[in-house]
């Protein structure tokens, strides 16, 4: 089973809305399923034949002097789950103005192993005449568990002037190993296949009858 809808011309309270949303259900040797509303994560690798869809977007207030746009996507395939989205942020008076955004992106894998992946990054910034005068923004990612990473960048600029933080640390164990067992792996199978009390005899089908005899008639 598999569909994909797309969005166009579409409105909700005088707002434009786009994205697409597309089902996938199949069976057999390569299993798989997904759905997903407005795409996937960046990071996340599609099933074959899994089209790439466009996000799920709303324009609180496109064109003019400003304009607030939001998009977002949520996935669930057979081994993972994801959510995301981001907010932006424009108001421009003859040349000069703010802009600012927002943005998460979350993956949480469970097979072969539970690991996640969450992205937030923000920021604002003071722009004139096509230049930014000053800004402030962060970009963090935290991921684990065993071991955990958290790595990102904070910035602040003004002018001409940019001084950037690099943070990248660390800590936890990734999950022991269990060691092989000593001995043949294969041994237990040929004990269980060995023993008498996995094998019966049975008549064969044609001398096989519906008659049951007691234990003196036997």
Not at 180 to 190: I, L, N, Y
Request: glycine fraction near 14%; charge should be negative; proline fraction near 6%.
């Amino acid at each position: 089973v598999e569909l994909l809808a797309s969005l166009a011309g579409s409105w909700i309270v005088g707002l434009s809305v786009s994205g697409e949303v597309y089902l996938l259900v199949r069976g057999g040797d390569q299993a798989v399923f997904v759905l997903s509303a407005g795409g996937f994560h960046p990071r996340y690798i599609r099933p074959a034949g899994v089209p790439a869809l466009r996000r799920l977007a709303l324009d609180l207030a496109p064109g003019g002097s400003w304009g607030l746009r939001f998009d977002a996507y949520l996935a669930v395939t057979s081994n993972a789950v994801m959510f995301g989205g981001q907010v932006q942020l424009e108001a421009m008076i003859a040349g000069c103005g703010v802009e600012g955004w927002l943005g998460l992106d979350a993956l949480f894998v469970f097979d072969p192993t539970f690991g996640f992946s969450v992205h937030v990054y923000a920021g604002v910034a003071v722009r004139a005449f096509g230049h930014r005068l000053c800004g402030v923004g962060l970009d963090f990612t935290l991921e684990g568990p065993a071991p955990w990473h958290a790595f990102g960048t904070g910035s602040i600029s003004v002018l001409f002037w940019d001084i950037s933080l690099d943070f990248d640390i660390g800590w936890g164990s990734p999950p022991a190993v269990g060691s092989r067992p000593a001995g043949d792996p294969a041994d237990p199978v040929r004990q269980a296949i060995g023993s008498t009390k996995a094998w019966a005899v049975q008549q064969p089908v044609a001398d096989r009858t519906a008659l049951e005899f007691t234990a003196d008639a036997k």
